[in-house]
């Protein structure tokens, strides 16, 4: 099946894709959700979102390091945030980074190898990721400082010093939270980051394939916020929603884009677009 997969990338305009969107899909499934909107069912959506704390230990037991691919385009995209200079310049003092959500992995690893001296706080709330990221070959606990943690509901000045962090990595991580946890999420590592240090956002865009067949399923939870038949949840972000959820919390917006893959398959003679959005937000120091 896979040989008969073609993947054609293209950094899109998000205008330009939501009215090629617009025409094959109802307006009616993607309305964009305001910061302050209620969902459709708050005690239906708080079920969800405790139950799918257990569901991604199952996930990770389940299918070990072998699901997500190491993300070395991290590097290329955002190669001089994880540097000293800016000329991408590696210092004999690197860097602190805080990854929520860090999985098996397959973000910290790639990145310690590219930039030796960084220096890492990696957390989950699943403690299968992180036996597994301990278990990894690379896994040095003099750069990494692995800890179990609920960055929705626990307080990260728990485990990190206030003020001590250059950049906080979301990768697919933000999806993963109701957005009613969204904005403790934001204020919980605002108060780890350094003024002026960076929060890189990776994460599903509205319209994507996969919602489609989540809402064709009937698994909406809320506005663009639904569960997966694992029992995990995912929420799809507009420019719009990201932008001014950050901006509520006092990040300033350096830079945001969709980015959209078209993804056929010949052999069922199917297209489907896949949409994510990257982002880099800025502390505020007030």
């Known amino acids: 099946m896979t040989a008969a997969m073609t993947m054609l990338p293209a950094l899109c305009c998000s205008s330009s894709v939501d009215r090629k969107m617009s025409s094959l899909l109802p307006a009616v499934l993607f309305e964009p959700l305001s910061c302050g909107k209620r969902g459709f069912d708050d005690v239906n959506e708080h079920y969800f979102s405790r139950k799918s704390l257990t569901c991604w230990d199952k996930f990770y037991k389940r299918h070990q390091n072998k699901f997500f691919k190491d993300r070395h385009y991290l590097e290329k995209d955002w190669g001089k945030y994880f540097s000293d200079g800016d000329d991408g310049a590696i210092s004999a003092n690197g860097k602190v980074l ?94 780890v980051l350094k003024p002026n240090g960076h929060i890189l956002v990776r994460d599903y865009a509205v319209g994507d394939s996969a919602q489609v067949k989540l809402e064709n399923k009937n698994q909406m939870i809320s506005n663009n916020f639904y569960f997966r038949g694992d029992g995990t949840c995912s929420f799809y972000f507009s420019e719009d929603f990201l932008s001014a959820l950050f901006v509520k919390a006092g990040f300033g917006t350096v830079d945001m884009n969709i980015y959209c893959r078209q993804v056929e398959n010949r052999f069922r003679n199917m297209a489907f677009q896949r949409r994510w959005i990257r982002a880099i937000f800025t502390k505020i120091d007030s």
């Open 98 to 191: 805080l990854e929520i959500g860090c999985g098996a992995g397959n973000t910290i690893f790639p990145l310690i190898a590219a930039y030796p001296k960084l220096f890492v706080h990696a957390c989950d709330f699943s403690t299968e990721a992180l036996t597994l990221v301990k278990e990894h070959p690379n896994f040095n606990g003099d750069q990494i400082n692995l800890f179990i943690c609920d960055v929705a509901n626990d307080e990260l000045c728990e485990k990190i010093l206030p003020s001590s962090v250059d950049i906080v990595t979301l990768i697919f991580m933000l999806s993963a939270v109701s957005p009613k946890k969204m904005p403790f999420v934001l204020q919980n590592l605002k108060k």
